[in-house]
């Protein structure tokens, strides 16, 4: 299991880290297997703190 930040979403490294707050994820879950995000996602935490991957919103400029 590794640990994860749902506030400043990134990893944590107990001892290196303050874990307080920090969830514990499987070493598959993709957040720790992805290297980059897909084209039009963004990072967001969903109800559980864990990370998930969500559609970017573009605001349309008014003219």
């Known amino acids: 299991m590794?640990?994860?930040n749902p506030v400043t979403m990134t990893e944590v490294l107990?001892?290196?880290?303050d874990v307080t707050g920090?969830?514990?994820?499987?070493?598959?879950?993709?957040?720790?297997?992805?290297r980059e995000l897909?084209?039009?996602?963004?990072?967001a935490v969903n109800d559980n703190g864990e990370p998930v991957l969500t559609d970017i919103r573009q605001?349309?400029?008014a003219s």
């Open 59 to 61: 605001v349309e400029q």
């Open 2 to 4: 590794r640990l994860f």
């Open 38 to 43: 897909p084209e039009g996602k963004q990072l």
């Open 22 to 34: 920090a969830i514990a994820l499987a070493e598959s879950h993709w957040f720790f297997t992805t």
């Open 14 to 17: 107990p001892g290196f880290h």
